[in-house]
């Protein structure tokens, strides 16, 4: 049976930093809140306010990936679901994400 975790890492650009993990989803949701804090530090977005759709949304985007990461961290559950995983890889798009190609 092959495993997800036996496979060849992931590689990812985050900011100026070229990251290599393995498949699991809290490595994943990992490389998903270091790339949301680098596009709120970006210079274009540091002074956005809290207060103005994109601050809100960013704020609604933290909370669920905080907890999503919380469940995970304390064993409720092993994996994300799918809908789950479609909804970090969203995510991790809209806060200019990339995947490294080999």
């Given at each position: 049976m092959h495993s997800l975790l036996d496979s060849e890492p992931i590689k990812y650009k985050v900011g100026d930093v070229d990251i290599e993990i393995n498949h699991t989803h809290e490595n994943k949701l990992r490389i998903l809140k270091?790339?949301?804090d680098n596009w709120a530090h970006n210079s274009a977005y540091r002074n956005m306010s809290l207060d103005s759709m994109t601050?809100?949304?960013?704020?609604?985007?933290?909370?669920?990936v905080e907890k999503l990461f919380g469940m995970l961290k304390a064993s409720v559950v092993k994996n994300l679901t799918k809908y789950e995983m479609r909804e970090m890889n969203i995510l991790f798009k809209r806060y200019g994400g990339t995947r490294k190609k080999k």
């Open positions: 270091m790339q949301m601050g809100r949304r960013y704020d609604e985007d933290v909370k669920r």
